[in-house]
């Protein structure tokens, strides 16, 4: 029910969704929907927090311990952008739909903020509060322009992940 339900609101945007819709593209019940995940507004909730999940999940497994700070933010970057690629759907409704529509910024501003943290970790030279701290500002500039060149890339399928984050990488080293 969540994949049809992020499938609609990618498409159609929360307020022009309906749960006929959702129903219908899960194959299951309009009452069926309200009884397993509530509201509308719950059902976008629950999309918001799943596709977040998602995405820090494939992000956190793709940069193991032991790697040089270079290779962190490689792999976490490609691993994003993999993501974005083959999460389209859900990608939309985290970066666009759920921006759109400001009931939902709170919880849009949290997964953000905790893929900001994950970032800076990975970027941390040395571990510890002050590595961290210092990694902060850094990672809210890599997060948004990995956003923003996620953004652009749904206007540009042919772009692969591998390309993006070349790009990204090669512009973080040169600044």
């Known amino acids: 029910m969540l994949d049809a339900a992020v499938a609609v609101f990618s498409r159609r945007g929360f307020h022009l969704a309906s749960m006929d819709d959702i129903a219908e593209v899960a194959g299951v019940s309009k009452p069926m929907i309200y009884a397993y ?3 509308k507004e719950e059902l976008f909730i629950a999309c918001i927090r799943r596709e977040g999940q998602r995405l820090m999940k494939v992000i956190t497994a793709a940069v193991p311990a032991g ?23 859900g990608w ?9 529509h400001g009931s939902f910024a709170g919880e849009i501003a949290a997964a953000r903020e905790r893929v900001i943290v994950m970032v800076a970790a990975l970027l941390a030279r040395s571990s510890g509060d002050d590595g961290h701290a210092r990694a902060m500002p ?4 890599v997060v948004g322009a990995a956003e923003a060149l996620s953004d652009w890339a749904l206007a540009h399928p042919e772009e692969t992940p591998d390309a993006l984050t070349t790009r990204l990488v090669a512009l973080l080293r040169s600044g």
Not at 67 to 89: I, M, P, S
Not at 92 to 100: E, G, N, P
């Open 37 to 39: 995940l509530g509201s």
């Open 67 to 89: 790697l040089t700070r270079d290779e962190r933010l490689y792999r976490g970057l490609l691993a994003f952008f993999e993501f974005v690629t083959a999460h389209r759907d």
């Open 92 to 100: 939309i409704v985290l970066y666009r739909q759920a921006r759109v």
């Open 138 to 141: 850094i990672a809210h500039a």
